[in-house]
């Protein structure tokens, strides 16, 4: 029973019985500002300096230094800031690039000034890269030159493509026909005869169609592996695409979308409507 009488104890005792919670606080404290500087720093929707965009250009050691202010230009050519002509030739320097990355943004960046004709004449050069995800978007934006330049590579999204071994070897895959990949993901390793192992990843986003060589299968150079077929959002693009640059021998693929029962509403209905202009074109 408590009977009211408590010793009288001495803040001074408190003080020593109560273990040290101040490097504890302030460690923790530390640690939630790195976490949240860390964050602040590789998020993309930070708004940039005039003097940060033209250092992360540059920055290609960082790639998503590189990625955000890429995005931030094209920010600024989205509302007409005309500061944005200030990166114009380290927009052209980076279409040069050795790394896919910044030469696909790039090619889909100069379609937002249709006046540059700088822009114009290295997406024309980007149409020839090895990568076809970069062929593809300096497809799209040379539309917005009015340039149908790119039409090949609008119908290539439309078809299969072709995934071929880059070595001879044995193919080691767990894929299946109908699997979802995205762009650099694994789609098979080929063991050399030497014992090397060469990884082969996925030049594109989609959907695995056949399967000409599966798991264990020995290969030759060159020999197709898979085929892909393309995701839904570049279909419907390229279907866009060709509504301004298809001519009446592109009809039957476009058609065969519309008829089709294996694609989406989506792309049936914008199937249609490019079957339908072409064909307006070619009356008109």
């Given amino acids: 029973m408590d009977n009211g009488n408590h010793p009288e104890i001495k803040v001074s005792e408190v003080r020593r019985r109560t273990p040290g919670s101040g490097p504890i606080?302030?460690?923790?404290?530390?640690?939630?500002?790195?976490?949240?500087?860390?964050?602040?720093?590789?998020?993309?929707?930070?708004?940039?300096?005039?003097?940060?965009?033209?250092?992360?250009?540059?920055?290609?050691?960082?790639?998503?230094?590189v990625q955000h202010a890429l995005l931030q230009i094209q920010q600024r050519m989205e509302r007409g800031d005309p500061e944005a002509k200030t990166w114009y030739p380290q927009l052209i320097t980076l279409s040069g690039s050795p790394e896919t990355e910044f030469r696909l943004t790039v090619a889909w960046l100069m379609g937002f000034d249709n006046q540059s004709q700088e822009f114009h004449q290295a997406l024309s050069k980007l149409l020839r890269d090895p990568e076809p995800i970069v062929r593809r978007n300096a497809a799209l934006a040379l539309l917005r030159f009015n340039d149908g330049s790119g039409r090949e590579e609008l119908l290539a999204v439309l078809r299969p493509y072709s995934v071929k071994a880059p070595v001879e070897g044995v193919v080691a895959s767990s894929l299946r026909e109908g699997a979802t990949v995205a762009r650099r993901t694994l789609l098979a390793r080929i063991q050399q005869p030497n014992g090397d192992v060469?990884?082969?990843?996925?030049?594109?986003?989609?959907?695995?169609?056949?399967?000409?060589?599966?798991?264990?299968?020995?290969?030759?150079?060159?020999?197709?592996?898979?085929?892909?077929?393309?995701?839904?959002?570049?279909?419907?693009?390229?279907?866009?695409?060709?509504?301004?640059?298809?001519?009446?021998?592109?009809?039957?693929?476009?058609q065969s979308y519309a008829d089709s029962n294996d694609v989406s509403g989506r792309i049936k209905e914008q199937a249609g409507l490019t079957a339908q202009a072409i064909n307006r074109r070619l009356k008109g």
């Fill in 25 to 65: 606080l302030l460690l923790a404290s530390l640690f939630v500002a790195a976490t949240f500087l860390a964050w602040y720093f590789s998020w993309f929707g930070r708004e940039l300096s005039h003097d940060d965009i033209s250092k992360y250009l540059v920055d290609e050691k960082n790639p998503r230094h």
């Fill in 198 to 254: 060469v990884g082969l990843r996925s030049p594109l986003p989609g959907r695995v169609g056949r399967i000409s060589k599966p798991n264990g299968s020995q290969v030759a150079r060159d020999d197709e592996l898979i085929s892909l077929n393309s995701d839904e959002d570049s279909v419907w693009e390229a279907l866009r695409g060709l509504a301004l640059a298809g001519t009446a021998e592109d009809l039957p693929l476009v």
